[in-house]
Each structure stands twice: as structure tokens, then as C-alpha cells.
């Protein structure tokens, strides 16, 4: 831990309040490249470390981390906005990324093929490839560093993560945790700052391979001017999920499931359910379902019973109240208006209530376009082939879920929609972020997964 000489600092806001709580560097040219070289030192000794000592400092970095689930989750709360129980939630996803790293004697296995040819034997191994970096977003600041640097480092790579500029205090807690876990100097470096550091990750030469997870605008940028740079570079970037409602769905479930998906964490999560397709006589649940979104209590995430917690910057709340704008210039009706919400004791936050947006048609721009607040838009189809039409032409295709009792429907949904993961559910429990957690590691593992589908009952 360094104090950054950098003369350029950022304020970092409360969402509730917009009062200034903390400030970030920029870091400096010399900085960062002071966090590269330390990074590249320590690979030396830490790639040669045997995996049983990794595996050890990771053990002891689960156990740290929920020993401090509370303190950590109070942190992100304060600066990203979203209520305690649901930054609960974004430590213990991140914790169980972390807890699988500790399966690595397994995860690292190689393969051997004897008599490939004659007197030939093929080994695969599995091998650190150097110092990775990861940049992230503001929107999950425990559980997507947490994606990151604990795999890269337990297969042996350093680490050098530059986290969002707008919630940089959980990175440095996780850090100081895994230092205390016993993590040798220079295997984690952080550096902070915005475009100058993510074009200094792009641009140097010893970083081998880049992880971005943010919007559509940054990830595109920084896969070409990494991939440009001989870099490999995962980008996981925006949505804008789906999900179809059949007329045979349990009722009660659904309702409560979309209202949970659309306006958990005021929207603010790349799975966020944010478009509705009811299908027939499905068309009908409407009215019901503004009541259930009306009964979600809008206040300071740290406050007891909040289920909608503040945007995270002025900027972000314009930006969801001028697309709900948007929707009503071009013919939608809205149903539910979040817009001019109150929150007692917190008039200068970023609030925006739950909001429901119908008679929504593809071209309309509060479809096209990622929202990212509680916004829940509603198109109506006539047949699941019409509602496959609508999802498969839209660009995104993060997640999608389908409501149905039916096996038959939900298999057909999930042959033919054009979505990396779909979620069935046939009556049941929605374990959204669990499903999330278990996608991004089998992604960090880079196993080839087209379709991942996830079935759920009753004893779920
Ligand atoms: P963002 O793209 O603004 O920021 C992400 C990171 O990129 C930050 O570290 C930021 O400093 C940097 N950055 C921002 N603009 C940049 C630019 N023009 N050039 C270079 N770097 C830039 O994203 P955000 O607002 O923090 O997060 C929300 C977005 O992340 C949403 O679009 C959401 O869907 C997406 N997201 C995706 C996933 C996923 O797994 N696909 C998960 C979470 C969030």
C-alpha cells in the first residue's frame, strides 16, 4: 500500500446523499508502471510456488473474507448504493468464487493421450501464462474483482485490477484481506483511475491477458486495443434480458419472481430482468403486477426494510428518467412512474422507484437500449414463436428466462433462442444469483459453454 503522489483526485459520492465520502487517485505513469513491474517480479518466484502453498493462502482468504462479510458489504453500501442485505449478497457470490479456487489441486489437472502415433505420447498442461489484469464495473464491487484475481492468481498468474473509479474501497479491503491471508507482495497490485489506466492495461507489453466486465462502449474499445496488442481479452458487457411469460405459469411465483429480477439492486445488474414478454392470456397479469412492484419500499440502502436502494450518480438517474421520457414520446404507456419517487431524509439522492413501461414494440428506443435502473418494459406476443422472433432480434443476449409449466415449451425456448444462458421456471424458486455465480466461474475456466440451462424444483 502506497501513497499515490498523483495530482489529480476523484470524489467518490454516497448515492443516498451525494455527499462526498472519500477521494480516488489517478493513479501516475509511474505508479502504474511502478504496480506492472511488481507484478512481473513477484510472477517469477509465485508461478513456481507449489499449488498446495496457493491453495493454502486461498483457504485462509475464504475464511477472511466471512469473517468480515458485514464490514465489507457495510463499504459497499456506502459507496455503490444498494441495500445491505443485497451487498450481502454481492461479498457471498464473490466468497464462492473463492471457495472453488480451493479446488484447484483438481480444476488444474492436465491430459495425456499414450500413442498418439507411434512411440508418442500427447500431455496437456495447464499453465500460468503471466501477469493478467482485470478492470470492473461499479455495479458488483465484491463479487466481479472477486471473478478475477483469485483464479488468475491460484493458477499461478500476478494480478494487476483496476476497479471502478466509483467504488474503489471494497478492491483495497479485499486486497488488505488477502494480504493477511499471506499473500506473497507483488502477486496483487491495484492501480486506480479511469480511460489513462485501462489504456495503460491495453497498452503494456507485460500483461498477457485482460478480464473486462462493464458496458457495451468501454468493453468493445478495450477488446480491439488489447486483442490489437496481442493480448488475450474476455469482455463481458451489457444486456438486456428477456424474459417470457406463458399463459400456464404458476401466477403467483412469476409475478413475484419479475418483480424481484426487474427492480432488485433499482436494476442495476447485467441479469436484471428488464424486458417482459407476456405471451396470450398472460397479457392479463398486468394490473397485478404494478401492485406487487408498487409494494417495494424505496429508501437509503442502509436503511431497515429498503428493497430499492438509490442509482449510482445524478447522471445515471437522468439518463433512466429520460429514457422512461423516451418510451412516452413514441407511444408506451407507463404504468407505474418512478420518476418523481421521495425519500424522506434523503431528497438529494439518486432515487428512481419501480417503474413499468407497456405497450413497448421493438423499435422504440427504451427497448433498443440498456437502461440499467428499475425499469421494467413490456411487449405483449401472440405465440412463444412470436415471442422468440422479438428476443433473437434484439442485439443483447446476456440471459433470458421463460415462465412455464410446460417441458415441452421450455425446451423449444431454450433450442431456439439466441441467448447464452436460459433460465427455466417451471414453478419455481429463482436462484438468479446463484446460477450467475456458477456461469462465471465455469466461464472463468474458459470451458466452452453455448447454452447453459438451469432446471429448478421444488426441493431446490
Ligand atoms: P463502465 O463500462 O462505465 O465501466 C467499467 C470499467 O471500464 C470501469 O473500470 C471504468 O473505469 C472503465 N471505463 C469506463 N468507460 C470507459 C471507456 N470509455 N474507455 C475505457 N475504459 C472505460 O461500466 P459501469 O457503468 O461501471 O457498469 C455497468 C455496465 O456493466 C452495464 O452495461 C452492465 O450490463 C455491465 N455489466 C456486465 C456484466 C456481465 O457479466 N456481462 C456484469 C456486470 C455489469
Not at 496437456?124 to 483469485?150: E, K, S
Not at 404504468?335 to 413497448?360: A, C, H, M, Q
Not at 472463468?444 to 429448478?456: G, P, Q, R
Request: proline fraction near 5%.
Amino acid at each position: 500500500f502506497v501513497e499515490s503522489k498523483s495530482p489529480e483526485w476523484l470524489d467518490i459520492h454516497n448515492p443516498a446523499t451525494n455527499e462526498v465520502i472519500g477521494r480516488v487517485p489517478k493513479a501516475t505513469h509511474e505508479e502504474m508502471l511502478a504496480a506492472v513491474d511488481s507484478c512481473s517480479r513477484a510472477y517469477h518466484t509465485w508461478s513456481e510456488t507449489s499449488i498446495l502453498a496457493r491453495q493454502q493462502i486461498f483457504l485462509r482468504y475464504q475464511q477472511l473474507i466471512k469473517d468480515n462479510i458485514k464490514e465489507l458489504a457495510k463499504l459497499i453500501t456506502l459507496e455503490q448504493g444498494k441495500t445491505l442485505a443485497d451487498a450481502e449478497g454481492d461479498v457471498f457470490r464473490g466468497l464462492q468464487v473463492v471457495e472453488h479456487t480451493c479446488s484447484i489441486t483438481s480444476l488444474m489437472l492436465g491430459e495425456t493421450l499414450p500413442s498418439i502415433t507411434k512411440d508418442m505420447d500427447t500431455y496437456t498442461y495447464r499453465m500460468p501464462i503471466g501477469v493478467c489484469a482485470g478492470i470492473t464495473p461499479f455495479n458488483f464491487p465484491a463479487m466481479i474483482p472477486l471473478w478475477m484475481f483469485p483464479m488468475g492468481m491460484v493458477c499461478g498468474n500476478t494480478y494487476l485490477l483496476k476497479p471502478s473509479e466509483r467504488v474503489p474501497g471494497c478492491a483495497m479491503m479485499l486486497a488488505k484481506l488477502l494480504q493477511d491471508a499471506g499473500a506473497p507482495d507483488g502477486t496483487l497490485n491495484i492501480i486506480h483511475g479511469q480511460h489513462d489506466a485501462v489504456n495503460f492495461i491495453c497498452d503494456h507489453p507485460a500483461i498477457k491477458a485482460i478480464s473486462f466486465v462493464g458496458s457495451n462502449q468501454a468493453g468493445e474499445y478495450i477488446y480491439e486495443r488489447g486483442s490489437k496488442n496481442g493480448k488475450r481479452v474476455q469482455s463481458n458487457m451489457g444486456a438486456k434480458n428477456h424474459g417470457v411469460v406463458m399463459p400456464d405459469a404458476n401466477k403467483e411465483n412469476t409475478l413475484n419472481q419479475l418483480v424481484g429480477a426487474a427492480f432488485g439492486a433499482a436494476g442495476q445488474r447485467c441479469m436484471a430482468l428488464s424486458t417482459a414478454i407476456l405471451v396470450g392470456e398472460a397479457r392479463n397479469w398486468l394490473p397485478e403486477l404494478v401492485e406487487r412492484a408498487k409494494g417495494l419500499r424505496v429508501n437509503a440502502g442502509d436503511q431497515p426494510g429498503a428493497d430499492v436502494g438509490p442509482l449510482i450518480s445524478p447522471q445515471a438517474k437522468e439518463r433512466v428518467n429520460s429514457l422512461i421520457q423516451s418510451g412516452v414520446d413514441e407511444g408506451a404507456k407507463v404504468l407505474l412512474d418512478g420518476r418523481n419517487v421521495k425519500v424522506k431524509g434523503y431528497e438529494n439522492g439518486n432515487f428512481v422507484g419501480p417503474t413499468i413501461v407497456s405497450n413497448v414494440t421493438p423499435d422504440m428506443k427504451c427497448y433498443k437500449e440498456e437502461i440499467f435502473g428499475p425499469v421494467l418494459v413490456v411487449l405483449e406476443a401472440d405465440s412463444l414463436d412470436d415471442a422468440i422472433k422479438i428476443v433473437n432480434k434484439n442485439p443483447y443476449g446476456n440471459g433470458t428466462a421463460i415462465f412455464t409449466t410446460n417441458g415441452a415449451v421450455a425446451r423449444k425456448y431454450t433450442h431456439e433462442v439466441d441467448v447464452g444462458q436460459v433460465i427455466f421456471f417451471f414453478f419455481l424458486i429463482f436462484r438468479e444469483t446463484i446460477m450467475y455465480s456458477m456461469w462465471k466461474i465455469m466461464c472463468f475456466l474458459n470451458l466452452k459453454i453455448h447454452k447453459i440451462m438451469f432446471f429448478f424444483s421444488n426441493v431446490i
